[in-house]
């Protein structure tokens, strides 16, 4: 079967980094997404690794390699506003996504 | 204004009741997608559509029905609804011409079936 495995919860301190695991199996691959979605609120998309390495966006970096089925997401210099869920998806062979359950970031000041 | 709209925001309904969730998008995409969102596991598949004639079944498809009414208007139905249908709904739309082809989401309508 297909599986996307990221931690229930984490929590950071404000002003901090942390480091958000994804690790997959899935029927083939073709890219892998990083979404944030507040409490009650629509995810909405932060980055797309297609290639092994590191994609970075501002605060945040997403990483991926593929022969390992892992990717991670990488938050620096926490803000309280990061206070979110943040979602793993894959696209499997079949254009299909994926999406794990999910991990809350708590920030605490 | 939403670029992807969703209608009602929030419903209570009654086990046997139709109940029809409407979404609306102007982001001219012609792939929609219908989502559903239970504490605890990840986003699921119910219906999605890449253009107005098509139409495709997605992991958890049972008990539900979709119309795409025109390119900009795609509605879930759930024709008799349950207890265990209770959750967030999603609807979605992507322009694969995109690099990332990402998703873009309504704000959810969320249903409660007593």
């Known amino acids: 079967g297909q599986n996307i495995d990221q931690p229930t919860e984490m929590t950071a301190t404000e002003g901090a980094i942390v480091q958000i695991n994804c690790t997959y199996q899935t029927s083939g691959f073709n890219g892998l997404f990083w979404y944030q979605q507040h409490a009650g609120e629509a995810p909405t998309f932060l980055s797309y690794?297609?290639l092994d390495g590191l994609e970075e966006k501002g605060r945040f970096s997403s990483f991926l390699s593929r022969s390992k089925g892992y990717s991670y997401l990488l938050l620096k210099e926490l803000q309280m506003k990061d206070s979110a869920s943040y979602l793993c998806a894959v696209m499997d062979s079949n254009y299909q996504l994926i999406w794990g359950a999910g991990t809350k970031l708590i920030i605490k000041p | 204004d939403a670029d992807v709209t969703q209608t009602p925001r929030n419903r209570i309904t009654k086990t046997g009741k139709r109940i029809m969730l409407e979404c609306s998008q102007t982001k001219g995409h012609d792939r929609m997608y219908w989502y559903r969102q239970d504490p605890g596991l990840g986003l699921r598949l119910i219906y999605y559509?890449?253009?107005?004639?098509?139409?495709n079944k997605g992991e958890i498809s049972d008990g539900y029905s979709v119309s795409r009414q025109a390119q900009a208007k795609f509605s879930l139905s759930l024709e008799s609804a349950i207890p265990n249908q209770t959750a967030l709904y999603f609807c979605?739309?992507?322009?694969?011409?995109?690099?990332?082809?990402?998703?873009?989401f309504g704000e959810g309508s969320r249903l409660t079936v007593l």
């Open positions: 690794n297609v």
């Open positions: 979605a739309t992507s322009d694969p011409t995109q690099e990332a082809g990402e998703l873009f």
């Open positions: 559509s890449f253009d107005v004639k098509d139409i």
